[in-house]
């Protein structure tokens, strides 16, 4: 008997997970499969962090913490967003979560009523979307190529902006497409923003310690954004601590405290051991992680080159993040034993079981015409992944 909800039957399956379980259960049979489909840094969280996690097991940090996290944590957060991106949050505007996702899932969840809309510069991370439409929510997609290094301009959103508009959801650097936006192009979509003063903004900022030129800006930073901007951030990608699972906001205290009350009903507090660990890693030095962010610079420049050997695959240059989000639209129509790969969930599948290579649909993202790529693997990982992704590309036909 199903009697599954409508809500969760409406629920799509997050495309990077379900693709990461294929790939788990065909390396189960003993075949031999090069990944390119999670986000995850491949390399291990810093000993000072795993330290600092090892004395709070020996202090007894066992008990259950606030749900918005341990005060002492939340200073360190606030030191952080004031040292890194000029922002004046107190301890009372930050909300400790068991991971990013959650704490945007918390936002969504706290603000969004059934039929309100959510502009969504396109492409997005895959959950954002389905976030949305839990909450009752309409997203809206805003669509930009390749040709504009996947960032969308100000002027492609304002059509869109009207007195249903909630929200507007953005990530940089991007998942998935690498992108960065200048502060100049942030600067643009606030002078928008400025226009419609009911629209709050979510600026997911996740990636932030994975950028290869220039600074990071929050667009929390910028004139008249700060009272109305939710500034995102974590350990999982910039830290290397994936499993450790911790996000957090900063936000107007009015809202960080809709999110305490939410989060108190879903999970409470995240790890007390995690909690103290993150205390140690965001008071350090960010340049400690620089030799982390080289190595994916020189994955990504490796990566470059060998896509740029793959004929009609248009490609462009990620400037954060460790994805490629490379246009395939010229393989789509085509055959593959047998079959015509219609979009490019059909080519992912086609490329896993018969070359043994995984990636990701750009249907995921809001693309339907790219695959999306991480680079968060060992150089060898790339070089042969690359040659099966061309194979399997080359072995198309019309």
Not at 10 to 21: D, F, H, K
Not at 122 to 144: D, F, H, R
Not at 275 to 296: G, V
Not at 308 to 325: H, K, S, T, W
Request: charged share 20%.
């Amino acid at each position: 008997m199903n009697q599954l909800s409508d809500r969760l039957k409406a629920l799509s399956e997050s495309e990077t997970l379900a693709m990461a379980r294929a790939s788990r259960e065909l390396k189960a049979q003993g075949i031999d499969i090069v990944s390119l489909s999670l986000g995850e840094p491949d390399f291990n969280t810093p000993d000072f962090i795993k330290a600092a996690a090892k004395k709070a097991i020996d202090e007894n940090f066992s008990h259950y913490p606030p749900v918005s996290g341990y005060l002492e944590l939340r200073e360190a957060i606030s030191r952080k967003f004031l040292r890194d991106n000029g922002l004046r949050y107190k301890p009372n505007q930050i909300v400790v979560s068991t991971g990013a996702k959650q704490s945007i899932a918390n936002v969504i969840m706290s603000l969004v009523n059934p039929g309100e809309e959510v502009i969504l510069p396109a492409p997005y991370w895959v959950s954002y979307a389905e976030m949305i439409k839990l909450a009752g929510g309409i997203p809206v997609p805003v669509y930009a190529g390749i040709h504009q290094d996947f960032k969308v301009k100000a002027e492609q959103i304002a059509p869109f902006l009207n007195s249903k508009t909630k929200l507007l959801i953005f990530s940089s650097p991007c998942n998935p497409t690498g992108s960065v936006m200048s502060k100049q192009e942030l600067e643009e979509l606030a002078a928008l923003l400025r226009r419609f003063p009911d629209v709050i903004i979510i600026s997911d900022e996740i990636y932030e310690l994975i950028q290869f030129e220039g600074s990071h800006v929050s667009i929390a930073s910028l004139e008249g954004m700060y009272e109305r901007t939710v500034t995102v951030n974590g350990l999982s990608k910039g830290f290397a601590m994936t499993g450790w699972r911790l996000g957090y906001i900063g936000a107007p205290a009015w809202l960080a405290e809709a999110c305490d009350k939410f989060q108190g009903q879903i999970t409470s507090g995240t790890s007390t051991i995690t909690q103290r660990a993150a205390i140690s890693a965001l008071d350090a030095d960010p340049s400690c992680l620089a030799d982390m962010t080289r190595a994916f610079k020189t994955r990504r420049d490796l990566m470059y080159r060998l896509l740029c050997e793959i004929p009609d695959v248009r490609v462009n240059l990620p400037q954060g993040a460790f994805y490629f989000f490379p246009d395939v639209s010229t393989y789509l129509g085509k055959t593959g034993n047998g079959k015509v790969l219609n979009d490019t969930m059909e080519l992912c599948h086609y490329l896993l079981y018969n070359f043994h290579v995984a990636t990701v649909s750009g249907l995921a993202f809001g693309c339907p015409h790219s695959i999306r790529l991480s680079y968060a693997t060992s150089d060898d990982q790339i070089i042969e992944a690359i040659k099966r992704l061309k194979q399997g590309l080359l072995s198309l036909t019309a």
